[in-house]
T-cell receptor, first 113, second 111 residues
Framework: NAGVTQTPKFQVLKTGQSMTLQCAQD?????MYWYRQDPGMGLRLIYY???????DKGEVPNGYNVSRLNKREFSLRLESAAPSQTSVYFC????????????FGPGTRLTVL | GEDVEQSLFLSVREGDSSVINCTYT??????LYWYKQEPGAGLQLLTY?????DMKQDQRLTVLLNKKDKHLSLRIADTQTGDSAIYFC???????????FGSGTKLNVKP
């Protein structure tokens, strides 16, 4: 099992450019999440998908869109990148049982110039 | 959103005990978690405690929960250099889907 995989690992964008961060899990998990991690601020939830076919906003959804393509894949899109979106982005998944243990991907480090 | 607070840094000597503290706001949280993040990696679940427990011990790790004060702590006994990492406290209000993380405590273990 690869667990949760994310691509790319690193990305540099110019202001106004768009890009999609990819995430996939091979654990047959129901729920998937996108977080951003900024220094001193911990992880903040951008969007989540409780199950295939559903998506919901988290704490900081502005400037982002998501797609739950199928049970395995959950992508995050930045339509018009801004310097404030410079961050490390983590995808996570949970089985959806009572413990709700989250499994995290290795992260994507995004810089917007 | 919920407010989960942690101190940012802790420095200890190898062999000492480390205690990382966390306060949270939502009394309905079913589970409270401690995650560990090593440099350049994602978070990994270290341990958790169910909200009806006061204490949980798992080898070198002891989790204490004071529900009245909404205070959670993680004690690492005999701290090793390999324990150097960032430790995140997290709560899941109502136990459903949404998780709120603290800002993380960077533990530095000096040899």
């Amino acid at each position: 099992n690869a667990g949760v995989t994310q691509t790319p690992k690193f990305q540099v964008l110019k202001t106004g450019q768009s890009m999609t961060l990819q995430c996939a899990q091979d654990m047959n998990h129901n729920s998937m999440y996108w977080y951003r991690q900024d220094p001193g601020m911990g992880l903040r939830l951008i969007y989540y998908s409780a199950s295939e076919g559903t998506t919901d906003k988290g704490e900081v959804p502005n400037g982002y869109n998501v797609s739950r393509l199928n049970k395995r894949e959950f992508s995050l899109r930045l339509e018009s990148a801004a310097p404030s979106q410079t961050s490390v982005y983590f995808c996570a998944s949970t089985k959806g049982d009572s413990l709700w243990e989250q499994f995290f991907g290795p992260g994507t480090r995004l810089t917007v110039l | 959103g919920e407010d989960v607070e942690q101190s940012l840094f802790l420095s200890v000597r190898e062999g000492d005990s480390s205690v990382i503290n966390c306060t949270y706001t939502d009394s309905s949280s079913t589970y409270l978690y401690w995650y560990k993040q090593e440099p350049g990696a994602g978070l990994q679940l270290l341990t958790y405690i169910f909200s009806n427990m006061d204490m949980k011990q798992d080898q070198r790790l002891t989790v204490l929960l004071n529900k009245k004060d909404k205070h959670l702590s993680l004690r690492i006994a005999d701290t090793q250099t390999g324990d150097s990492a960032i430790y995140f406290c997290a709560e899941s209000p109502g136990g459903f889907n949404k998780f709120y993380f603290g800002s993380g405590t960077k533990l530095n273990v000096k040899p």
